[in-house]
């Protein structure tokens, strides 16, 4: 019976719950990516948006967006677990992104994938397309769910821990999402935002090499 009513929940009533707050962000997001659109442009010409191959549910890969807070044609920095490499001083980041980052504005557009379908308010992390292959047979079960804007990870740990253990956080999510655990993460997550808590890794990074370049714009994260 738990199983059923989780399924309930995952498929109708969070799907509502996310057109219903898409819908209603909307107007906001269109405001805050003229201003922050405009800032983005103005500091040095480049796109103000960028999108990058995420893997989502089913392990079917999809296209995320963000406001772009890196330089263009930004190299890929990577952490000792192949992590992404994310600092205070990334030298990547431009001046305007390191301040959406910080505050998590740069996440705003993914309300787009939330009303397209492919990502949902609270779940798991989207890991980049080229992590498709390398999960682990208890890790796999993160993709059983739509990947969030917010979720377990980000909200208690964020930047603060490594690879394997993020993707077992949110294998476990995934097998244990309910209702009132999505309130909790919600909540959680306001209070990680307002604090900026666990924003950065500040790890060495170990590699460096030309990034792809997105169809409207160009970043690692």
Not at 123 to 139: F, M, N, V
Not at 192 to 210: D, G, R, S
Request: glycine fraction near 8%.
């Amino acid at each position: 019976m738990k199983a059923k009513s989780r399924s309930f929940y995952v498929v109708v009533v969070k799907r509502a719950f996310d057109i219903v707050i898409g819908l209603c962000a909307l107007p906001f997001l269109l405001l805050i990516t003229l201003v922050v659109g405009a800032i983005i442009k103005l500091e040095d010409g480049g796109p103000v948006f960028y999108r990058a191959k995420r893997i989502g549910k089913g392990s079917r890969i999809f296209d995320m967006y963000k406001f772009r807070s890196m330089i263009v044609n930004a190299p890929n920095w990577t952490n000792q677990d192949g992590s992404t490499y994310n600092s205070s001083d990334d030298a990547r980041v431009t001046k305007v992104g390191r301040f959406i980052r910080k505050t998590s504005i740069d996440e705003l557009p993914q309300f787009f994938n939330i009303l397209i379908g492919n990502m949902t308010l609270i779940g798991p992390r989207a890991s980049g397309a080229g992590a498709l292959g390398t999960y682990q047979p208890d890790e796999e079960a993160k993709m059983d769910v739509k990947p969030g804007i917010t979720g377990y990870t980000q909200a208690y740990y964020r930047n603060s821990i490594g690879v394997r253990e993020k993707r077992l956080y949110d294998a476990w999510y995934a097998q244990n999402v309910t209702l009132w655990l999505d309130i909790k993460i919600f909540f959680k997550t306001f209070v990680v935002v307002l604090k900026h808590e666990n924003v950065y890794t500040n790890a060495e990074p170990i590699e460096a090499q030309a990034t792809e370049t997105a169809a409207v714009g160009t970043e690692q994260q």
